[in-house]
């Protein structure tokens, strides 16, 4: 057992944990975090990415540990005071989302994408989920959200 | 602006945000592996590595002296302690005459293991994993009994006996059609076209596995939190199984679904165990499938090979359609699994079209895979398959363009109700006008400048249609829902319909603002508890045209019943009290009572009225899909660069919603044509494809993007919404819309009516073979 100390969603925590325990159980389980996801065993559907410090990551693959002293951002800490993210109320408007279960996931991959590149093409927005498998929808509304998310933010930022 | 106005918003027919999204967006949705009970254990399933094996020996002593280790269960032990196999009460005949031959799917096989990765041993322990360490310790020793995973070689001499009763591996059979009208047909037919299809076994794959949590509450109840589209199913299979609680004492209940496509239809056989345990154990117990249980044991799609014909005469009338099929419906036919090949996709077979011969030839074949189930269209994509690949290949013997072809055929309005030669009455359907929508918005006319366009970047262009229909409403057409008035200000709708993923609760509310004329906020869809609502569930695109039928139903009772309540309270008579927003007055006063406020005036302090609706039949919902591709030559590889549907489904209540459906539901049928595929190894029967590394599935790369219209001008006249089922729409037409175009490319760049040669999934490897002359040979060897 060994004690990590990350900031999680803006917050210090420190929590004691078992050095195998892999980033999306400590998520899921001791901080009950529970948006972000698990839908395979082998890291390609993506709906457990979160970002740490600022880039995407799935959490499925990366050991707690490796977090020391980073900072963790889930779909939990996506909302500023009260108010949902722009990729957030993207999603809702566009209808980028059906069953909800990969969509934590597409989400932190677009905030992350969108952190770095605020006017992607559409391809430049296909390759930025390229890692995370939707079922429902066929990804044409979530395109759609990430584009509109990208234009609120300019608007936001001018 | 008045509330009037402001609830109208809301309503069916508009656009709105869906009620469920605000919580799964923030990553507060309700998944049922989100819920941990206090005391919690975990169950691991140990799986057969052997795709037809004896279980000779179990030895359980070591996994049982591991740490946290609570029980091991083997299939022997459940049998002794009473735990029963799913019935299936499968309703066709075998070749032999007999009833349908199926061993029964056992929680964990007690004596043989039929397919590779078939429960055979569970272990339940304090954390998972100590029950994932000591699964391993579980030491079994099988016989190997030789294995077959073909529905073609199953059905050989010589091939492995799956289950005794089916010497032949044939579950069930049926012909459909009249043999000796069909052998005139095509001796007096001017053309007659011939192909071999293979409908390819697909991974339904919801983004959320199964996934359950039972426990024995406090009086003794087995409750049961599950991720199903079928509650009531899993309550009743569960009282059916497993000793000791009857169907009131068992309580499902439903969060959030990931997904379910018709895979999470019911319960499972580990469900079985997991609720054994829970009982036996006093102890609440989860499992939570991982991705490559799904691969190997959640109800697989599809699988079926398909010899068809079709004869017409000189003018393109179709004749008669011949059709042979052999389904792979795994090591065990379930009652869907067998259904679907042998009824369901047969009530479809003539689809549009007015054919008046049919010769069907249908097998249940049992081998050594995953047993099959519902999925996505269930029976009918596969069945619109075959007649518009046939469709297709018709009009290029007859160098007709396929879309004049389907016109020459197509069942006129003048025609309904129509009969097909299955006894499916058609209500509606203007199909001719979908067609010529569909063209327009597709700009039919305009491909050969858009081909060379493309053949001048040195690809291949080609452009495939799909015109169909499709049953809906899974056989269950009645639903009952309950309105309950709040005195807090909610209207609860309590439905036994349940949401997975397709935003049912949004357009339920929006069917109660209809009524209420409240803000949609008051309402809230309550779904997913056996103790509140029992039904069929969700499945067979059913949900709108039932239980919204009933919604408002139960809604328009709920408004005459509450008028009285508030002529007593008002002392006014019935007569003269009027309903407008959340609000009773008496005409001609300014004396009124708010809607809620009644409600804490009654007995109980609320209103609860329950509304019955039973569609008159199934709804037959329309399309015509039309998809360009491009071909690169080089590496085979298939682009969808144009994709246009025009859709007849009657009345919609959320036209977002809808839209979601057909184009979602259009790329599951896009992931079968160009690049999902179950395989399985031929000799040993271990599964090729057991995590998306293998099974490809669509990506955000898929395609461009899509135009797709709906028509909404012919309501359904059988039920009291107008409402056509949507849900599997666009999976069954993009499937053939697909193929085609690729087929049409192919068969431009040289390879004429070899291209029909080609079968899914249309992997770049397979187009590119196929432009060297490389073809699978006949599917019945």
Same mark, same amino acid.
């Given at each position: 057992?060994?004690?990590?100390?990350?900031?999680?969603?803006?917050?210090?925590?420190?929590?004691?944990?078992?050095?195998?325990?892999?980033?999306?159980?400590?998520?899921?389980?001791?901080?009950?975090?529970?948006?972000?996801?698990?839908?395979?065993?082998?890291?390609?559907?993506?709906?457990?990415?979160?970002?740490?410090?600022?880039?995407?990551?799935?959490?499925?693959?990366?050991?707690?540990?490796?977090?020391?002293?980073?900072?963790? %951002?889930?779909?939990?800490?996506?909302?500023?005071?009260?108010?949902?993210?722009?990729?957030?109320?993207?999603?809702?408007?566009?209808?980028?989302?059906?069953?909800?279960?990969?969509?934590?996931?597409?989400?932190?991959?677009?905030?992350?994408?969108?952190?770095?590149?605020?006017?992607?093409?559409?391809?430049?927005?296909?390759?930025?989920?390229?890692?995370?498998?939707?079922?429902?929808?066929?990804?044409?509304?979530?395109?759609?959200?990430?584009?509109?998310?990208?234009?609120?933010?300019?608007?936001?930022?001018? | 602006?008045?509330?009037?106005?402001?609830?109208?918003?809301?309503?069916?027919?508009?656009?709105?945000?869906?009620?469920?999204?605000?919580?799964?967006?923030?990553?507060?949705?309700?998944?049922?592996?989100?819920?941990?009970?206090?005391?919690?254990?975990?169950?691991?399933?140990?799986?057969?590595?052997?795709?037809?094996?004896?279980?000779?020996?179990?030895?359980?002593?070591?996994?049982?002296?591991?740490?946290?280790?609570?029980?091991?269960?083997?299939?022997?032990?459940?049998?002794?302690?009473?735990?029963?196999?799913?019935?299936?009460?499968?309703?066709?005949?075998?070749?032999?005459?007999?009833?349908?031959?199926?061993?029964?799917?056992?929680?964990?096989?007690?004596?043989?293991?039929?397919?590779?990765?078939?429960?055979?041993?569970?272990?339940?322990?304090?954390?998972?994993?100590?029950? *994932?360490?000591?699964?391993?310790?579980?030491?079994?020793?099988?016989?190997? @009994?030789?294995?077959?995973?073909?529905?073609?070689?199953?059905?050989?001499?010589?091939?492995?006996?799956?289950?005794?009763?089916?010497?032949?591996?044939?579950?069930?059979?049926?012909?459909?059609?009249?043999?000796?009208?069909?052998?005139?047909?095509?001796?007096?037919?001017?053309?007659?076209?011939?192909?071999?299809?293979?409908?390819?076994?697909?991974?339904?794959?919801?983004?959320?596995?199964?996934?359950?949590?039972?426990?024995?509450?406090?009086? $003794?109840?087995?409750?049961?939190?599950?991720?199903?589209?079928?509650?009531?199913?899993?309550?009743?299979?569960?009282?059916?199984?497993?000793?000791?609680?009857?169907?009131?004492?068992?309580?499902?209940?439903?969060?959030?679904?990931?997904?379910?496509?018709?895979?999470?239809?019911?319960?499972?056989?580990?469900?079985?165990?997991?609720?054994?345990?829970? @009982?036996?154990?006093?102890?609440?117990?989860?499992?939570?499938?991982?991705?490559?249980?799904?691969?190997?044991?959640?109800?697989?799609?599809?699988?079926?090979?398909?010899?068809?014909?079709?004869?017409?005469?000189?003018?393109?009338?179709?004749?008669?359609?011949?059709?042979?099929?052999?389904?792979?419906?795994?090591?065990?036919?379930?009652?869907?699994?067998?259904?679907?090949?042998?009824?369901?996709?047969?009530?479809?077979?003539?689809?549009?079209?007015?054919?008046?011969?049919?010769?069907?030839?249908?097998?249940?074949?049992?081998?050594?895979?995953?047993?099959?189930?519902?999925?996505?269209?269930?029976?009918?994509?596969?069945?619109?398959?075959?007649?518009?690949?046939?469709?297709?290949?018709?009009?290029?013997?007859?160098?007709?363009?396929?879309?004049?072809?389907?016109?020459?055929?197509?069942?006129?309005?003048?025609?309904?109700?129509? %009969?097909?030669?299955?006894?499916?009455?058609?209500?509606?359907?203007?199909?001719?006008?979908?067609?010529?929508?569909?063209?327009?918005?597709?700009?039919?006319?305009?491909?050969?400048?858009?081909?060379?366009?493309?053949?001048?970047?040195?690809?291949?262009?080609?452009?495939?249609?799909?015109?169909?229909?499709?049953?809906?409403?899974?056989?269950?057409?009645?639903?009952?829902?309950?309105?309950?008035?709040?005195?807090?200000?909610?209207?609860?709708?309590?439905?036994?319909?349940?949401?997975?993923?397709?935003?049912?609760?949004?357009?339920?509310?929006?069917?109660?603002?209809?009524?209420?004329?409240?803000?949609?906020?008051?309402? *809230?869809?309550?779904?997913?508890?056996?103790?509140?609502?029992?039904?069929?569930?969700?499945?067979?695109?059913?949900?709108?045209?039932?239980?919204?039928?009933?919604?408002?139903?139960?809604?328009?009772?709920?408004?005459?019943?509450?008028?009285?309540?508030?002529?007593?309270?008002?002392?006014?008579?019935?007569?003269?009290?009027?309903?407008?927003?959340? *609000?009773?007055?008496?005409?001609?006063?300014?004396?009124?009572?708010?809607?809620?406020?009644?409600?804490?005036?009654?007995?109980?302090?609320?209103?609860?009225?329950?509304?019955?609706? %039973?569609?008159?039949?199934?709804?037959?919902?329309?399309?015509?899909?039309?998809?360009?591709?491009?071909?690169?030559?080089?590496?085979?590889?298939?682009?969808?660069?144009?994709?246009?549907?025009?859709?007849?489904?009657?009345?919609?209540?959320?036209?977002?919603?809808?839209?979601?459906?057909?184009? $979602?539901?259009?790329?599951?049928?896009?992931?079968?044509?160009?690049?999902?595929?179950?395989?399985?190894?031929?000799?040993?029967?271990?599964?090729?494809?057991?995590?998306?590394?293998?099974?490809?599935?669509?990506?955000?790369?898929?395609?461009?993007?899509?135009?797709?219209?709906?028509?909404?001008?012919?309501?359904?006249?059988?039920?009291?919404?107008?409402?056509?089922?949507?849900?599997?729409?666009?999976?069954?037409?993009?499937?053939?819309?697909?193929?085609?175009?690729?087929?049409?490319?192919?068969?431009?760049?040289?390879?004429?009516?070899?291209?029909?040669?080609?079968?899914?999934?249309?992997?770049?490897?397979?187009?590119?073979?196929?432009?060297?002359?490389?073809?699978?040979?006949?599917?019945?060897?």
């Amino acid at each position: 057992m060994t004690t990590l100390h990350a900031t999680v969603n803006g917050k210090p925590v420190e929590v004691p944990i078992e050095p195998q325990v892999l980033l999306v159980d400590l998520l899921r389980g001791p901080l009950r975090l529970t948006g972000t996801h698990v839908g395979c065993d082998t890291t390609q559907c993506g709906a457990c990415t979160v970002l740490v410090d600022g880039e995407s990551v799935k959490s499925c693959t990366m050991l707690a540990i490796q977090a020391e002293g980073r900072a963790i %951002t889930t779909i939990e800490g996506l909302a500023q005071d009260g108010a949902m993210h722009p990729v957030q109320e993207a999603f809702i408007a566009c209808h980028g989302l059906q069953c909800g279960f990969c969509t934590p996931g597409m989400i932190m991959a677009a905030t992350c994408l969108l952190s770095k590149n605020p006017k992607p093409s559409e391809a430049q927005i296909v390759h930025g989920l390229e890692g995370n498998i939707c079922r429902c929808t066929g990804y044409v509304n979530i395109v759609e959200s990430v584009r509109t998310a990208a234009a609120a933010m300019a608007k936001e930022a001018a | 602006m008045s509330s009037v106005l402001e609830a109208s918003r809301f309503g069916s027919g508009k656009t709105v945000r869906r009620i469920e999204d605000p919580a799964l967006v923030a990553g507060k949705g309700q998944f049922t592996d989100d819920l941990n009970r206090p005391d919690q254990t975990h169950l691991v399933f140990l799986r057969s590595p052997y795709a037809h094996a004896r279980i000779v020996s179990v030895d359980a002593s070591a996994a049982l002296a591991m740490p946290g280790v609570l029980a091991v269960y083997s299939g022997a032990d459940l049998v002794q302690a009473g735990v029963k196999p799913i019935a299936a009460p499968i309703p066709f005949p075998r070749p032999d005459g007999k009833p349908a031959a199926t061993e029964l799917r056992h929680g964990l096989a007690p004596e043989v293991a039929r397919y590779v990765g078939e429960a055979v041993a569970a272990v339940v322990a304090e954390t998972l994993e100590q029950a *994932r360490a000591a699964v391993d310790a579980v030491m079994i020793d099988y016989e190997d @009994l030789g294995s077959v995973i073909d529905p073609v070689r199953a059905i050989a001499p010589g091939a492995p006996v799956i289950c005794p009763a089916a010497p032949d591996n044939i579950a069930a059979q049926m012909r459909h059609g009249d043999a000796a009208a069909a052998d005139a047909a095509f001796a007096r037919a001017a053309h007659t076209v011939a192909l071999d299809i293979v409908n390819q076994r697909l991974a339904p794959s919801p983004m959320e596995p199964r996934v359950a949590l039972m426990e024995v509450n406090a009086e $003794g109840r087995l409750i049961v939190q599950i991720s199903n589209q079928m509650p009531t199913a899993v309550r009743d299979t569960l009282a059916a199984c497993v000793p000791g609680p009857s169907q009131e004492n068992i309580r499902v209940l439903v969060g959030d679904v990931g997904g379910g496509f018709g895979m999470k239809g019911g319960p499972h056989p580990e469900d079985i165990v997991l609720a054994h345990a829970a @009982l036996s154990l006093k102890r609440p117990v989860k499992w939570c499938a991982q991705r490559i249980e799904e691969f190997l044991s959640a109800a697989a799609g599809r699988d079926q090979v398909t010899h068809c014909q079709m004869a017409l005469d000189a003018d393109g009338k179709v004749l008669a359609l011949r059709v042979k099929t052999l389904a792979n419906v795994g090591a065990y036919g379930t009652m869907a699994g067998v259904l679907i090949p042998l009824l369901v996709g047969p009530w479809v077979t003539t689809s549009i079209y007015d054919i008046p011969t049919i010769d069907l030839h249908l097998s249940a074949v049992l081998c050594n895979t995953a047993p099959t189930g519902a999925y996505r269209g269930a029976g009918r994509p596969e069945a619109i398959y075959i007649v518009e690949r046939l469709m297709d290949a018709a009009a290029r013997e007859m160098k007709l363009d396929p879309a004049e072809l389907r016109r020459r055929n197509m069942i006129r309005p003048e025609q309904m109700p129509y %009969t097909n030669p299955m006894a499916q009455v058609y209500d509606t359907g203007q199909f001719e006008k979908m067609l010529d929508q569909g063209l327009a918005l597709a700009d039919w006319n305009g491909f050969d400048a858009r081909r060379a366009e493309t053949e001048k970047k040195g690809l291949l262009r080609g452009r495939g249609i799909a015109t169909f229909l499709e049953w809906t409403g899974g056989g269950a057409l009645q639903e009952s829902v309950t309105v309950d008035i709040k005195p807090d200000g909610f209207i609860d709708l309590i439905c036994a319909t349940q949401g997975m993923g397709q935003g049912i609760a949004t357009s339920y509310a929006q069917l109660a603002v209809d009524t209420f004329g409240v803000p949609i906020e008051r309402i *809230r869809v309550l779904l997913g508890d056996t103790d509140r609502a029992n039904g069929f569930g969700s499945a067979g695109s059913r949900s709108l045209f039932t239980a919204g039928a009933a919604v408002k139903i139960a809604s328009d009772k709920t408004i005459e019943h509450a008028k009285g309540l508030a002529a007593e309270a008002l002392e006014a008579p019935a007569a003269d009290i009027e309903y407008v927003a959340g *609000r009773f007055s008496v005409a001609g006063t300014d004396l009124g009572i708010g809607l809620f406020e009644l409600a804490g005036k009654q007995a109980g302090a609320h209103i609860a009225v329950s509304g019955d609706s %039973t569609a008159a039949a199934p709804s037959w919902p329309n399309a015509c899909h039309v998809c360009e591709v491009e071909i690169d030559p080089g590496t085979g590889g298939v682009e969808i660069v144009a994709y246009a549907s025009v859709n007849d489904i009657g009345r919609v209540v959320s036209p977002t919603i809808v839209r979601g459906q057909i184009e $979602g539901g259009a790329v599951q049928g896009i992931g079968q044509a160009l690049c999902e595929n179950v395989v399985y190894d031929p000799e040993t029967g271990q599964l090729l494809t057991a995590s998306f590394m293998d099974y490809a599935m669509p990506r955000a790369d898929v395609f461009k993007g899509f135009k797709t219209v709906f028509d909404t001008s012919v309501p359904c006249l059988t039920n009291a919404l107008g409402a056509k089922g949507v849900g599997e729409l666009g999976t069954i037409g993009a499937t053939p819309a697909v193929v085609n175009a690729v087929v049409d490319a192919l068969a431009h760049a040289g390879l004429g009516r070899d291209a029909e040669r080609v079968q899914m999934p249309l992997t770049g490897e397979r187009v590119w073979r196929a432009l060297k002359g490389e073809f699978a040979g006949p599917v019945f060897g």
